[in-house]
């Protein structure tokens, strides 16, 4: 094995026990505790992706206020909400820090709409697919190249897709420690820590839109459904997630049942 293949598989053995550790030591303490330790403890950079939601924009505050070393990102589809640009422009001017963002590769996005039209999403999952992962997975790859610690906003209550996840897990997918520090909040929790805390948030949220990605595949939930009930509401319940979040074995975090729905191959296996 040359030297360079062996330091990087000491690297990844080393990154997947910090984050048995770290999962260990996120239970006793606070959101904020948590990423001061992810910022002393995982080595090189730290990216933290935002879609702008209610519990990103609490980790976004948390992670400015406390000027910790972990870079906030977000993907900008191009076909986010009116309300969310305003929203990020908004978050910026207040804490006078930088939101980065990722975009689409353009030969890939026309390439996209050459092949399926503006709106080919609603007409087939795997054309879903194909836009989220234009639009969003290929970014998302670039957005943590390079990155040892990657931390999201993912809480356990979400949706029954997510239940099943950890405070910090190993993204063997991506070789990188995944921490979600707002695991266990509800979001009855972040709304008071919000509103208590002056955090901007996205005004959809007062409209019934609890989880807001883009605008043509997000609608208002009605009452008594759950959270992420209003993303891509057409298609099958077990299909609804954008490719971005996936399991120790490289599966979407829907599929940690072991039972991903047909046709979901192609989907898993988006290259980040
Ligand atoms: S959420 Fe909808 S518009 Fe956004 S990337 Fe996915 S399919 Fe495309």
Known sequence: MSAPAAAAIEGTDALRALSLELDAAFATLDPEGRLRLLAERVPGRTVFTTSLGIEDQMLTH????????????????????????????????????????????????????DDQGINGFYFAPEMRKACCGVRKVEPLGR????????????????????????????????????????????REEIRVFTAENGVPVNELHDKGFLSIGCAPCTRAIRPGEVERAGRWWWEEETLRECGLHMDASGRSVRARDGKPAPGDSAFETIPS
């Open 62 to 113: 948390l992670v400015f206020r406390a000027k910790l070393p972990i870079e906030v990102v977000t993907l900008d589809t191009g076909r986010l909400f009116p309300e969310t640009y305003a929203l990020w422009q908004r978050t910026e001017e207040q804490y006078g820090r930088r939101i980065k963002a990722k975009y689409p590769q353009a030969d890939a996005l026309e390439a996209l709409i």
């Open 143 to 186: 957005a943590l190249a390079g990155a040892s610690g990657w931390v999201t906003g993912l809480r356990r209550d979400q949706s029954p897709n997510r239940e099943k996840l950890d405070f910090v897990e190993f993204d063997e997918a991506r070789g990188m420690v995944k921490a979600n520090p707002l695991f266990d909040w509800t």
